[in-house]
């Protein structure tokens, strides 16, 4: 029998965070609560989870400032939690290397929908752990990419972009195609959630010295060159 996924809970809200771990459990995960918020992110990094369920307002800091800090040690999975429903703050959080976000109150259903995606996006990357292309080499498993050198960690959404254009290279991908590739429920996800993320990874790869290589296409899409 495979190990149940362990997900910590990091919500100061009591009711709330038994009600997720509840959901949890009873979905088939291994949920974990977390209270102490004192050196948060070096608990975090020491137990490993395997997804963090990140609350942006907490006590004496916030999630922003703590997901900015994981991103420095670790790609572990964040899906981040707020009760702010403006895009500010859900794009934010995208920028700092979250995986996803859902707005309090949230919708039971659709945080797990959001959960399974995250894990089967990670579970789908198969047995080639390693794939190069254009002096890039990209690893799925740390993943990290490097190119003459030099090496960065992406987060799950810049390393799931990368590779499905790299897929798909010489051919020009829609948004809408990406999105539904990266989420699975684009009727939930806002536009600008993508450009965050494509601008993200595009930025990384400048740092590398990789110029120019996500090109737009006016009203198509996107295409890597």
């Known amino acids: 029998m495979s190990e149940l996924k ?9 009711t709330i965070s038994d009600e997720l771990k509840i959901l949890l459990d009873d979905n088939g995960y291994d949920a974990y609560q977390l209270f102490n918020f004192h050196q948060i992110t070096k608990k975090i990094i020491e137990f490993n989870p395997d997804l963090v369920l ?6 004496g800091t916030n999630g922003q400032t703590i997901l900015k800090e994981i991103r420095k ?32 109150p949230y ?10 995606t995250l894990f089967r996006h990670l579970d789908d990357r198969g047995s080639n752990n390693q794939i190069e292309y254009n002096q890039m080499t990209i690893n799925l498993l740390k993943s990290t990419l490097t190119y003459k050198d030099n090496e960065i960690i992406l987060s799950k959404n810049e390393l799931t972009i990368l590779y499905y254009l790299i897929k798909n290279h010489g051919k020009i991908v829609s948004r809408d195609e990406l999105i539904d590739h990266l989420w699975d ?12 993320n494509i601008n993200r990874l595009r930025k990384k790869m400048s740092n590398l010295g990789i110029l120019d290589s996500i090109e737009t296409r006016r009203k198509q899409g996107y295409i890597l060159l």
């Open 73 to 104: 040690e670790s790609n572990l999975p964040v899906i981040m939690l707020t009760s702010k429903t403006g895009d500010i703050n859900e794009i934010m959080s995208m920028s700092y290397g979250a995986d996803d976000y859902i707005t309090k």
């Open 107 to 116: 919708n039971p259903t659709l945080l797990l929908l959001r959960i399974e």
């Open 54 to 59: 990140l609350d942006i307002v907490l006590p």
């Open 6 to 14: 362990k997900i910590l809970v990091i919500e100061d809200d009591k």
């Open 185 to 196: 429920y684009s009727d939930f996800v806002d536009d600008n959630t993508l450009t965050v």
